[in-house]
């Protein structure tokens, strides 16, 4: 059997080697490492691809968030709501623009923004909705939208884990995660659905007046070279990147059926089990499976001991699983100064305790599934 690995990026390269090769080698004869030709290309190409008349590159998804907030016009003090059961990039960049991040619970079957937990959380302050699609999930964007357009907010998809992704609208028509919001924000880190060989982001949106204030502030504020008009940063996607992100764009929706499958076999292998949930895909969400993550409950009050036993146990036998993530927003050192660790996230705390993540990647084999799920029995069985 070949080593299991929580992301096998290596294996996924092997695959596309002469095309990469070939595409990395072409931007280094033609020398141009920034905003050369292949910058261009893919931007155009994912815009076709996620529906959206914009796509702006950038360094990262983290630069993404904050390139797009700072494009908004807040002002400090500001409320922006999120979830707290989400990756620390979603809430950081919130405070580092000195806003405050307000935590608001999740749906414990989506693991995604809950939006009745939404609607309570508005107060005259509050200026912007950032929902995650955690995993991979799309979360609830119909009544998110409903809600926010009611309050007059914005609304920021993170849609760093679920590209890709379609959401159903109650009328049948379907749009891609990340372009539903007002502006949609994406990384390429490596291990996400479309990863690039190092770091990368991209940010979605259908207004030409935000998407040229986003350009403006990710390329130092300037309107023209040498005339800064607003405070920006300097935030850019590697040509080298965008030329290996163009091939894989076209094989990500081979790459989601890769996932899907897996998420498959470990469903038919675990969900009979009493001590597990396997994840659910609600009706309106194509699940694209960033993350495969189980909930674990034995009843009892070790229920975080017992989830960690099987971590370890795996790693034992060499099969890698991870928890994310072990420490929600509202319990971050980070965000002490909003006294946010005495906010009651009693769904949040709850399945902290209770998350673990197998290995999901687009090359796991039947072999690799089936050691893997029955190890997993194994431990529960025992
Ligand atoms: C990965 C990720 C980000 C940040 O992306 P980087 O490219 O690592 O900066 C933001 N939000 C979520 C939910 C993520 O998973």
Request: net charge negative.
């Amino acid at each position: 059997m070949r080593p299991i690995q929580m992301v096998d990026t290596q294996t996924q390269y092997q695959k596309i080697k002469t095309e990469v090769d070939k595409a990395v080698l072409q931007v280094m004869e033609s020398s141009a490492f920034i905003n050369g030709k292949p910058v261009q290309d893919f931007c155009s190409n994912l815009s076709a691809y996620m529906g959206v008349k914009h796509t702006i590159p950038c360094a990262n998804g983290t630069d993404a968030l904050q390139i797009a907030m700072m494009a908004l016009d807040l002002q400090p003090g500001d409320e922006v709501i999120t979830p707290s059961f989400t990756y620390i990039a979603t809430t950081e960049v919130i405070a580092l623009l000195r806003l405050k991040p307000v935590f608001v619970e999740v749906d414990p079957k989506t693991f995604c923004m809950d939006p009745a937990a939404l609607e309570k959380a508005i107060t005259p302050k509050t200026k912007a909705i950032v929902p995650v699609h955690l995993y991979g999930h799309v979360a609830p964007m119909e009544e998110i939208m409903k809600i926010a357009e009611k309050h007059k907010l914005w609304v920021i998809e993170d849609n760093a884990q679920a590209i890709g992704s379609n959401y159903t609208f109650s009328d049948g028509k379907t749009q891609k995660a990340g372009s539903i919001g007002h502006i949609g924000c994406t990384s390429f880190y490596p291990s996400k659905n479309l990863g690039a060989f190092g770091d990368g982001g991209a940010i979605f949106t259908n207004d030409d007046a935000l998407a040229d204030r986003m350009k403006m502030v990710a390329n130092h504020g300037q309107s023209r070279r040498y005339y800064h008009d607003v405070v920006g940063c300097n935030s850019r996607l590697d040509t080298i990147q965008a030329a290996i992100l163009d091939i894989k764009l076209k094989h990500l929706d081979e790459y989601i059926g890769a996932r899907r499958s897996a998420a498959d076999f470990y469903d038919n292998a675990l969900s009979g089990h009493s001590v597990v949930t396997t994840p659910f895909r609600a009706s309106y969400s194509r699940h694209v499976f960033h993350q495969y993550t189980i909930l674990l409950d034995n009843g009892k009050p070790d229920v975080a001991a017992f989830r960690d036993g099987l971590n370890t146990f795996l790693a034992g036998h060499k099969i890698p699983s991870m928890i994310y993530y072990p420490v929600p927003g509202h319990k971050q050192k980070m965000f002490e100064q909003f006294n946010v660790a005495s906010q009651l996230l009693p769904v949040t705390d709850w399945l902290t305790e209770r998350v673990i993540s197998l290995p999901m990647h687009t090359e796991l084999d039947e072999e690799q599934l089936t050691f893997i799920s029955s190890k997993v029995l194994e431990y529960l069985n025992n």
